[in-house]
């Protein structure tokens, strides 16, 4: 493959010291030898190679770099990353799993690539030109690594539509079941890898699952935009009074009652709810749950939405404010990148504010160890959260 070279503006030298995977558009003086957006490139400060990484002339992030130095992009060099993941994921996880995120686009030091890891099968997501031409090596390297079963992929990001890409999903090696059964701290769930939502699970709330559950005792609990109602079981498990689990998608709730069977716990009475959330929690009855877990959809992928999602946010939460019973708990969410911790709060005082409620935070969530981040890079920082105690 050959490495096309982008010539940095050599006033632009922070591009590269200060180790950001992303060089914007704005900092590049040139770029030689140019076949296709996607390609390969060497990074140049004059006549020094600083950084090696993939170029795109049509994006706003022009290139993302793969390694801070001149190297070669081969099955070599992916293995090597994917063996740095799995060493780190496996000793960071010790063993309550066989379900991660073995690599998290920058986190792991891959921009545009996410690997889910499903006990023997893999999901790859590409997001970008440069990581859809590097998708066969990507496969031989991951099969080096791993032998798995089966390897899927699920590319549907929205930033692909910013590289001018189609969505794909297929299979690209071995076979992918209809079902995969995953173990997670001793329950089983179910994954339903080419029908599911996101890669097919929600790895990133494994350790809020054991947070909630630890607090569900004896409560009455609402489970909101429950999915494949993960939380829900532990909650279960660690012994709810009630519990309600409601969703919009009738497939995500037909997979909540199939994690019920395999776990060999029977749902009570309206425990899982087809229904709005929205139109749901306007027609709760005031102090009845003492639990309440709003984990939506991203309400907003792009600059543009991004004040619709902030009144959506705050419309969900202080209608659960309101409702929620003295003493209660709420487990709160947003996956929107583009709302930051900061922002988030700021929603949820708002919102205290305005149901006339006194709020206590009691610890701000974040995705869990699988899901680390560059500290050279806070974007991919999607998903946040607090648990909050109402007076
Ligand atoms: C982020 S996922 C929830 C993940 C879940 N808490 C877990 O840990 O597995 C969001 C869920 O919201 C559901 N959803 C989207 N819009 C909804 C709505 N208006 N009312 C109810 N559920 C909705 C989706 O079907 C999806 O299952």
């Known amino acids: 493959m050959e490495y096309a070279d982008v010539y940095l503006k050599p006033k632009r030298r922070e591009a590269i010291s200060e180790k950001s995977p992303w060089i914007f558009s704005g900092a590049i003086e040139a770029v030689r030898e140019f076949d296709e957006d996607g390609q390969l490139c060497r990074i140049r400060l004059g006549d020094d190679v600083v950084a090696t990484g993939y170029v795109n002339t049509q994006t706003n992030i022009a290139v993302r770099v793969l390694e801070f130095a001149d190297v070669q992009v081969n099955v070599d060099f992916l293995r090597r990353r994917f063996e740095e993941s799995r060493r780190m994921k496996e000793s960071l996880l010790q063993g309550c799993t066989d379900a991660y995120r073995l690599i998290h686009a920058e986190g792991d030091r891959l921009p545009g690539l996410v690997v889910d890891k499903y006990g023997d099968y893999l999901v790859m997501q590409s997001s970008t030109a440069g990581i859809d031409n590097l998708r066969e090596l990507i496969m031989e ?95 279960r498990q660690a012994g709810v009074a009630t519990l309600h689990n409601v969703d919009l998608s009738e497939g995500a709730l037909e997979l909540a009652a199939r994690n019920y069977e395999l776990n060999g716990i029977a749902p009570g009475d309206g425990e899982f709810q087809e229904a709005d959330v929205k139109k749901f929690l306007g027609e709760i009855p005031k102090d009845f749950y003492d639990l309440i877990i709003l984990d939506p959809p991203k309400f907003t992928a792009s600059k543009r939405t991004v004040n619709a999602a902030i009144k959506g ?48 935070v009691v610890r701000p969530l974040h995705a869990d160890v699988d899901h680390a981040l560059s500290i050279y890079h806070r974007e991919n920082e999607y998903l946040k959260g607090l648990m909050l105690y109402v007076l």
Request: proline letters at 1%.
């Open 313 to 360: 946010y705050k419309h969900i939460n202080m209608t659960a404010l309101r409702k929620i019973k003295s003493g209660g708990l709420l487990f709160t969410f947003s996956c929107s990148g583009l709302v930051d911790m900061e922002l988030f709060r700021k929603i949820l005082f708002y919102a205290a504010k305005d149901a006339g409620r006194d709020v206590r």
């Open 141 to 235: 390297a991951l099969v080096a690594v791993f032998q798995p079963k089966g390897i899927l992929e699920k590319s549907s990001s929205t930033s692909r539509k910013t590289e001018g890409l189609e969505s794909v999903q297929q299979v690209l090696h071995g076979e992918i079941p209809e079902e995969i059964v995953v173990e997670e701290y001793g329950m089983k769930y179910a994954v339903d890898l080419l029908g599911g939502q996101k890669t097919g699970f929600f790895l990133d709330q494994r350790e809020n699952r054991r947070i909630i559950a630890q607090h569900a005792q004896g409560r009455t609990a609402l489970n909101c935009y429950c999915y494949s109602a993960t939380m829900g079981l532990g909650m």
